[in-house]
């Protein structure tokens, strides 16, 4: 078991531990975990992802190329403490470990926003085909209709973001290291929204470790709210840089 894995179980039985207490004080019918997050109610379960970023940590050089690829394509800059998966380095074992959001199927991010801030990508405003078009409309807050597809990817609405940085724990309660960064420049959360369905640590990561799986009709991936986490989701084959060529481009 790797040093990440051993930490991800540890992190969920705390978590589990934690949502027993809660659920003990809580209504005995209907209650969940949602209230280990402190969230009034819990908002409707949001659809499948569509897509997922997965990382085979055995074959991770530990470049950072995938981290200068979404910062490039995103903050138009490349500033690795930006990038929404981060490389963390085991130094006893000298193992790289890549940490993409696994965008869950009961995202802890979404469940802990107080704003509502954390939305889900059900397609494009206006039908704006351009991928820069795509993003610049997701992040300014204008989401579109569910009419127009969409990769279901959890993602941050800046326009409605306080900067609380609430998701960015609730991510940290089931995962170790949060998948949600915060941006100090622009004082907002900020995560994976997969590139609108075009993932750049895919196409610039040089040794194929850095995969993108995906399935229209959604993924069973991520954190279940049941103390379970899916890592490899058994609707999609995840595809790596060279077998994606074809297909994102």
Not at 166 to 193: D, L, M, P, Y
Not at 223 to 243: F, H, Q, S, T, V
Request: overall charge positive; glycine content about 12%.
């Amino acid at each position: 078991m790797s040093k990440e894995s051993e930490k991800i179980t540890t992190t969920r039985r705390k978590f589990v531990a934690g949502a027993a207490i809660v659920g003990a004080i809580a209504t005995v019918e209907g209650a969940s975990a949602i209230g280990y997050f402190g969230h009034r109610t819990e908002p409707g379960k949001p659809l499948k992802s569509k897509g997922v970023i997965v990382a085979d940590i055995d074959i991770c050089a530990g470049c950072r190329s995938c981290q200068v690829a979404c910062t490039m394509a995103n903050n138009g800059v490349g500033q690795p403490e930006l990038a929404r998966l981060q490389i963390v380095k085991d130094y006893f074992k000298g193992d790289y470990v890549s940490t993409p959001c696994s965008q869950c199927n009961w995202p802890g991010c979404m469940y802990s926003c107080p704003t509502g801030a954390l939305q889900v990508d059900t397609g494009t405003e206006d039908g704006i085909p351009e991928l820069q078009g795509r993003l610049t409309s997701l992040l300014s807050g204008k989401l579109a209709p569910e009419t127009t597809p969409g990769t279901n990817a959890r993602v941050v609405n800046e326009r409605e973001c306080i900067g609380c940085q609430q998701c960015v724990e609730g991510c940290a309660k089931i995962f170790n290291i949060s998948r949600v960064r915060f941006n100090t420049k622009k004082q907002v959360a900020t995560k994976c929204h997969l590139c609108g369905g075009e993932p750049q640590c895919v196409r610039f990561c040089p040794v194929g470790s850095i995969m993108y799986a995906r399935a229209e009709e959604g993924l069973t991936i991520g954190y279940d709210g049941k103390g379970n986490i899916i890592w490899n989701p058994p609707e999609a084959k995840p595809l790596r840089e060279d077998e994606l060529r074809g297909i994102l481009y």
